[in-house]
């Protein structure tokens, strides 16, 4: 069994930065992910990466602008999110698993998921 704590969740001003991040107890898990969702809206995928970090994937209304990064060998997540908008604002969830690298965006492919972390942007 794994459990993913999350924490750097916030209110921020647009253009802001906030750094999200998630340690997972228990068992290395070969990928480990974050997702979001937004007031009415579903859980949609932010960003993920594998256990060496050599593969990451991104949304693209993310890109360029948030950084997911993972301790070499270590079940501990970051999310570096910069220039934010109010849009990205959302309950932001880790998410971890056995996910092959073409799945890494898909919500089904994930075990474990965190408790979530409120991030909030004004304008």
């Known amino acids: 069994q794994v459990q993913l704590v999350e924490s750097g969740g916030g209110l921020v001003q647009a253009g802001g930065s906030l750094r999200l991040s998630c340690a997972a107890s228990g068992r290395i898990v070969d990928v480990m992910g974050w997702f979001r969702q937004a007031p009415g809206k579903e859980r949609e995928f932010v960003a993920a990466?594998?256990?060496?970090?050599?593969?990451?994937r991104y949304a693209d209304s993310v890109k360029g602008r948030f950084t997911i990064s993972r301790e070499y060998g270590k079940n501990t997540v970051y999310l570096q999110m910069n220039s934010l908008k109010p849009e990205d604002t959302a309950i932001y969830y880790c998410?971890?698993?056995?996910?092959?690298?073409?799945?890494?965006?898909?919500?089904?492919?994930?075990?474990?998921w965190g408790q979530g972390t409120q991030v909030t942007v004004s304008s």
């Open positions: 998410a971890a698993g056995s996910v092959t690298v073409a799945s890494m965006k898909g919500e089904d492919e994930y075990d474990y």
């Open positions: 990466i594998t256990w060496g970090g050599r593969a990451t």
